[in-house]
């Protein structure tokens, strides 16, 4: 007979210390959630006390809408445009630095520094660079003869400009959790495959590679959530050309806080939280599902 669970004074200790924490975060977090969930299905504003049911016409309208195609566009491009740079780069930088070189530490500092820098200081120098007139790359461009760019007026080189800034900013973090999990592959692992003449370039790639796949996972999902969540260094670099009839740089988020609180309509906003909600979900789904997997395979292999 299996004997029953019961509590013990450490369980309740635990349960009262952590209610408190957990009803905070239920409030802040799914609270929020289940209301804007419901808020997108009426024709709800800030202004007329009359919010009438309308059921998923917000969404139907939201997806007829050419700023919300253009803001969906520009932040997928931005989200997937980081991935690919950031998450590569990293790799490559905390392999470096796990080989072993002078003055590490400095380095590991050097690469976080822009990720514990406030996001607005750090957009405003970026806008001041990337000036059209005055800026720093513009006059860098000019010692090869390349005329000045308009890189915050321009749709595609504003978009880039979005990324390189974005990609600077979060390289240090991703680098940090590549060396947490290299620090941790043991050096059997190498010594073995050097046996075997795997060395250099073919012990990162079917040594190093294979072991990190669960945190390659993490940090390309992470990535691409922080990605379609962008809003600070877009409005901070193209605020005086987000109303533009041209949506340079547009993303959800900004099309988001545009709609609710510029021409309220907070139903259609909603929606436009919900289709956000709803992709970070599938981006999170998939990472634990790629995970999963591979922590049953390996589980297989060693059966």
């Not at 802040?28 to 009359?50: G, H």
């Not at 988001?256 to 021409?263: D, L, P």
């Amino acid at each position: 007979m299996k004997k029953k669970f019961r509590l013990n004074s450490s369980h309740w200790f635990c349960i009262i210390g952590l209610a408190p924490i957990i009803a905070l975060y239920a409030y802040l977090r799914f609270i929020p959630i289940v209301k804007t969930m419901y808020i997108s299905l009426f024709e709800w504003d800030l202004i007329s006390t009359n919010k009438p049911f309308v059921g998923l016409d917000n969404f139907v309208t939201l997806f007829q809408s050419e700023p919300f195609l253009m803001a969906l566009k520009n932040t997928t491009i931005i989200a997937f445009g980081i991935l690919i740079f950031a998450v590569p780069g990293s790799l490559i930088i905390a392999s470096m630095l796990h080989k072993g070189v002078r003055f590490k530490a400095w380095y590991e500092a050097l690469y976080f520094l822009p990720v514990i820098t406030p996001m607005v200081p750090v957009a405003v120098t970026w806008k001041w660079m990337l000036d059209s007139q005055h800026g720093l790359f513009n006059y860098f461009l000019s010692f090869f003869g390349v005329p000045p760019q308009a890189w915050l007026f321009d749709p595609v080189l504003a978009v880039v400009s979005v990324i390189m800034m974005t990609v600077w900013k979060t390289i240090g973090y991703n680098m940090i959790i590549f060396l947490v999990g290299m620090t941790g592959i043991s050096k059997e692992y190498y010594e073995a495959a050097a046996l075997d003449g795997a060395t250099g370039v073919k012990g990162f790639r079917y040594i190093t590679l294979p072991l990190l796949k669960p945190i390659t996972v993490f940090v390309s999902i992470i990535t691409l959530i922080h990605g379609y969540n962008v809003f600070s260094q877009i409005y901070i670099l193209a605020s005086d050309i987000q109303g533009s009839p041209g949506y340079v740089v547009r993303v959800l988020v900004y099309d988001m806080i545009e709609n609710a609180f510029r021409y309220y309509k907070m139903g259609y906003a909603s929606a436009e939280a919900v289709v956000l909600f709803l992709i970070v979900l599938v981006l999170t789904l998939a990472q634990l599902w790629l995970a999963k997997d591979n922590t049953t395979s390996r589980k297989g292999a060693k059966r």
